[in-house]
């Protein structure tokens, strides 16, 4: 059961952004990124993180991706124009590639960790929101509050940036 | 190979894919947007790599510091985003071969 999830999971999630980052239309990025994440919230919950899935879902492919596309549609966006194929580009990414497929599956399974096996259930994790919310606001209080620091000069700094006449 | 076990290994492969995916849309796309689409991509590979050891290690603390690797990814697609459409009002394009003016 666990093999049957994880490689749909793992082969949608890689065609997803595989795509993301061939196509040409902008809008098509947006919406394949949208469903790589929700790939990617799917894997969570193999990990028996299931706060984190819908986190993932709300924040990432709701309100990010929402940002994205109105955007797109803010700047009329055109399609990227098709350059010139450079032979020594080619060849450098396909080297790349080669080297990726041979070298990360034997870099991860390098450390001695890497061999405990998945089986659902057996987790020392639950990932529940109760057991995430005593631990963000017991032990990780302060850099919580931090969070909400970021989030504010964040917010100061997108109205800057977006003024149209600065100074007045 | 399909029917032996997940193992956390598994998991920090795919993770490593998505990076290496995420990098090259970073490296080869001209798009500012795009690149950084790719840049979530990226973020996404990390936080699936923190769930996967937390799950694997009996530690819940990586999933607090997934939760706030997602706001700084939404700070950062909220200012990145200011900045594009700052830099489209004046030179009407997101190619970042025309973002050249503080080049050395």
């Known amino acids: ?93 396909g080297a790349g590639v080669v080297v990726a497929i041979l070298g990360i599956p034997r870099l991860a399974t390098s450390f001695p960790a890497s061999q405990k096996t998945l089986v659902w259930g057996q987790g020392k994790t639950s990932g529940a929101a109760q057991d995430l919310g005593t631990l963000l606001f017991a032990s990780y209080a302060p850099l919580f509050l931090l969070t909400g620091v970021l989030l504010l000069v964040a917010t100061i700094g997108v109205v800057v940036l977006c003024r149209r006449d600065p100074g007045t | 190979m399909i029917f032996s076990e997940i193992t956390l290994g598994h998991y920090l492969a795919l993770s490593g894919f998505l990076f290496i995916i995420g990098l090259a849309g970073v490296l080869l ?51 990145g985003l200011a900045i594009l459409v700052a830099i489209f009002r004046v030179k009407k394009t997101t190619a970042i071969d025309s973002m050249s003016s503080l080049r050395f």
């Open chain 1, 1 to 93: 059961m666990e093999q049957i999830f994880f490689w749909s999971l793992a082969i949608g999630l890689l065609t997803a952004a595989t795509a993301v980052v061939v196509l040409r239309n902008p809008v098509s990025s947006a919406v394949c990124l949208v469903v790589a994440l929700v790939f990617q919230a799917a894997l969570f919950v193999t990990l028996e993180a299931n706060f984190l899935a819908a986190v993932q879902v709300i924040v990432y492919a709701g309100a990010v991706m929402v940002l994205f596309l109105f955007v797109i549609m803010l700047l009329d966006v055109k399609e990227e124009a098709r350059r010139p194929m450079v032979w020594s580009k080619v060849v450098a990414v």
């Open chain 2, 29 to 79: 796309r001209r798009s500012l947007l795009i690149v950084m689409m790719s840049l979530e991509l990226l973020l996404n590979a990390a936080n699936l790599a923190l769930v996967a050891v937390g799950r694997f290690q009996g530690l819940p603390d990586t999933q607090v510091a997934v939760f706030f690797v997602i706001t700084v990814a939404a700070a950062e697609v909220a200012i």
